[in-house]
């Protein structure tokens, strides 16, 4: 059983509307969780990371917010635009050496 | 543009060829991986180097081989393919193999094995 287990697998919205995307995980120890973003044939991109202390992070139109006590993350997606279009990927670090366990990502489609 | 070249992009084999993937980086990291995509599957780690001079096995290294051939380049082999090993493979690299560091990611290979 994965233990990074991401919700929906996909979904469509709206160019112009919100979407949230949601990540539990049951990895442990935990030092840190991160969001990619996966462009269709490409490799994925860093949009951010937060460890055990912080609760949000912003980058841009993208926020994500950690809650280490229920093991849960979103990533809440503001405005949406046709290049939001992509997988996203939710990734927790354990151990010292910087392990990451991999969620099999959101689909997410903008359409006009 | 600095970041992960990975080499090629596109391979088709025939169940029991030898293939080597090539990876290259050019931002002196010290870490390097070796990730499989599947469809409905989140990366999973074959092999890694945390420092130039040593690799180790990841989560599923069975049918791989790496090298690290210097800092900068680190190739993953596939000495008889099988159609088991039909994936998106990605090379990765970070400053150091420690928990704070991001990341850099290639663009991928993608293998198909008949």
């Known amino acids: 059983k994965n233990q990074v287990e991401q919700s929906p697998q996909s979904l469509i919205i709206l160019e112009g509307k919100n979407c949230t995307l949601q990540?539990?995980?049951?990895?442990?120890?935990?030092?840190?969780l991160r969001w990619y973003k996966q462009d269709t044939g490409r490799g994925p991109v860093s949009l951010t990371i937060?460890?055990?202390?912080?609760n949000t992070k912003s980058n841009g139109r993208y926020t994500a917010t950690l809650d280490a006590d229920t093991k849960q993350s979103s990533l809440h997606i503001t405005a949406s635009q046709l290049s939001d279009s992509a997988s996203y990927i939710c990734?927790?670090?354990?151990?010292?050496?910087?392990?990451?366990?991999f969620g099999a990502g959101t689909q997410v489609v903008v359409t006009p | 543009n600095a970041g992960v070249t990975q080499t090629p992009k596109f391979q088709v084999l025939k169940t029991g060829q030898s293939m080597t993937l090539q990876c290259a980086q050019d931002?002196?990291?010290?870490?390097m991986y070796w990730y499989r995509q599947d469809p409905g599957m989140g990366l999973r780690l074959i092999y890694y180097?945390?420092?130039?001079?040593?690799?180790d096995k990841g989560e599923v290294p069975n049918g791989y081989n790496v090298s690290r051939l210097n800092k900068r380049e680190f190739s993953l082999r596939l000495e008889s393919a099988a159609p088991s090993q039909t994936s998106v493979y990605f090379c990765?690299?970070?400053?150091?193999?420690?928990?704070?560091?991001?990341?850099?990611f290639g663009s991928g290979t993608r293998l198909t094995v008949v």
């Open positions: 990765a690299s970070s400053p150091q193999s420690g928990t704070r560091y991001g990341y850099t």
């Open positions: 990540c539990n995980y049951t990895v442990s120890p935990f030092s840190n």
């Open positions: 937060m460890t055990f202390s912080e």
């Open positions: 990734v927790v670090t354990t151990d010292s050496w910087g392990k990451l366990q």
């Open positions: 931002m002196n990291h010290n870490s």
């Open positions: 180097s945390a420092s130039e001079g040593t690799t």
